[in-house]
């Protein structure tokens, strides 16, 4: 079993930035690609960002790209996602999630552990 705690989020006006982590308690976090996901309200949890076991490798969605950084650090086994210029639209509640076994997962159903997620409230 992977635990995943989220945090970071917060309010920020249109134009700003913030950097939400994830924590993974694990002894094998090097074992497991993770990814940002999305939620807004009355959506669908959408794909947001995902990095390779190593960190050598990141895939982002369309609509965070450019703006959305996500990275890892393996000794302290956390994920992060900077987020930068966010936008109204970018609010919703942040999850990160684990999975064992694709290098780049984009589908919620592959990724086989959850966080409970981090609010991020962009106004406008």
């Known amino acids: 079993q992977v635990q995943l705690v989220e945090s970071g989020g917060g309010a920020v006006q249109a134009g700003g930035s913030l950097r939400v982590s994830c924590a993974a308690s694990?002894?094998?976090?090097?074992?497991?690609?993770m990814g940002w996901f999305r939620q807004a309200p009355g959506k669908e949890r959408e794909f947001v960002a995902a990095?390779?076991?190593?960190?050598?490798?990141?895939l982002y969605a369309d609509s965070v790209k450019g703006r959305f950084t996500i990275s890892r650090d393996n000794a302290k086994n956390t994920v992060y996602l900077q987020m930068n210029s966010l936008k109204p639209e970018d609010t919703a509640l942040y999850y990160c999630?684990?999975?064992?076994?694709?290098?780049?997962?984009?589908?919620?159903?592959?990724?086989?552990?959850w966080g409970q997620g981090t609010q991020v409230t962009v106004s406008s």
């Open positions: 999630a684990a999975d064992a076994t694709a290098s780049l997962p984009v589908l919620v159903g592959l990724y086989d552990y």
């Open positions: 990095i390779s076991r190593g960190g050598g490798n990141t």
């Open positions: 694990t002894r094998t976090f090097t074992n497991y690609a």
